[in-house]
T-cell receptor, first 113, second 111 residues
Framework: GENVEQHPSTLSVQEGDSAVIKCTYS??????FPWYKQELGKRPQLIID?????GEKKDQRIAVTLNKTAKHFSLHITETQPEDSAVYFC????????????FGQGTTLQVKP | EAQVTQNPRYLITVTGKKLTVTCSQN?????MSWYRQDPGLGLRQIYY???????DKGDVPEGYKVSRKEKRNFPLILESPSPNQTSLYFC??????????FGDGTRLSIL
C-alpha cells in the first residue's frame, strides 16, 4: 500500500524567512496530495492541495510543488510569520481507496519573531 | 455551517469500561473515517466507511469497533479500553474527490 515519508520532523526559521517541508510517496498511482496545518490543541485544517495533473499550485504565501517522476511533493511557505507556527502534515490519497489518506509523520514549524 | 462534530471532547476513564465516541457530519458525505494521533506517528487510520452499512479496517483497528447505520453518524466504540488506547482521536468525512474535513478531536485518557 501507499507509504508517505515527511521531512524534517522539526523546523525552526526566523520570521520573514522561507520554510520548505518535503514528502515522498511510494505508489505512483496516487493522484491527490493535500497539506494540513494543525495548531496546538486544534483539528487539522486543509491549507492547500494538488492533484497529479499539475506540477505547482500557489495560494498567497503558500505553494506546493509535485514531482511525479521522483514521487515527491513539497510545501513552501514564504515570508513566514509567527502565526505560521504549527504542525504540518502532508498526505497522499491511496489510489485503491478513493477516500483514504495516508499521512506523513508531521513537521513542527516554529517561526521565531 | 458545514461541520464534523465529535463528542465527548475529553474523557478520562478506566481500563475495561466500554465507551463510545460519537461523530456526526452535516454535509451528506459518503466517506467517514477515524484516526488516532500519537506523538511522532502522525495520523493513523483506525476504521473507515465508504457509505451506510459499509465499514472496513484501517491501519490500526485492533481494540476498536465502528458502525454506520445512518449516513451522518459514525461512532467509534472501545469495548474494553486499555491504556495503550490513550490518544487524541479525530473523525473526518469527505465526498468524492473533495478534501477531508476533520472534527475538533477527542482526547481519551485510559487509566
Amino acid at each position: 500500500g501507499e507509504n508517505v515519508e515527511q521531512h524534517p520532523s522539526t523546523l525552526s526559521v526566523q520570521e520573514g524567512d522561507s520554510a520548505v517541508i518535503k514528502c515522498t510517496y511510494s505508489d505512483s498511482a496516487s493522484n491527490y496530495f493535500p497539506w494540513y496545518k494543525q495548531e496546538l490543541g486544534k483539528r487539522p485544517q486543509l491549507i492547500i492541495d494538488i492533484r497529479s495533473n499539475v506540477g505547482e499550485k500557489k495560494d498567497q504565501r503558500i505553494a506546493v510543488t509535485l514531482n511525479k517522476t521522483a514521487k515527491h511533493f513539497s510545501l513552501h511557505i514564504t515570508e513566514t510569520q509567527p502565526e505560521d507556527s504549527a504542525v504540518y502534515f502532508c498526505a497522499a490519497r491511496d489510489p485503491s481507496n478513493t477516500g483514504k489518506l495516508i499521512f506523513g509523520q508531521g513537521t513542527t514549524l516554529q517561526v521565531k519573531p | 455551517e458545514a461541520q464534523v462534530t465529535q463528542n465527548p471532547r475529553y474523557l478520562i476513564t478506566v481500563t475495561g469500561k466500554k465507551l463510545t465516541v460519537t461523530c456526526s457530519q452535516n454535509m451528506n458525505h459518503e466517506y467517514m473515517s477515524w484516526y488516532r494521533q500519537d506523538p511522532g506517528l502522525g495520523l493513523r487510520q483506525i476504521y473507515y466507511s465508504m457509505n451506510v452499512e459499509v465499514t472496513d479496517k484501517g491501519d490500526v483497528p485492533e481494540g476498536y469497533k465502528v458502525s454506520r447505520k445512518e449516513k451522518r453518524n459514525f461512532p467509534l466504540i472501545l469495548e474494553s479500553p486499555s491504556p495503550n488506547q490513550t490518544s487524541l482521536y479525530f473523525c473526518a468525512s469527505s465526498s468524492g474527490n473533495q478534501p477531508q474535513h476533520f472534527g475538533d478531536g477527542t482526547r481519551l485518557s485510559i487509566l
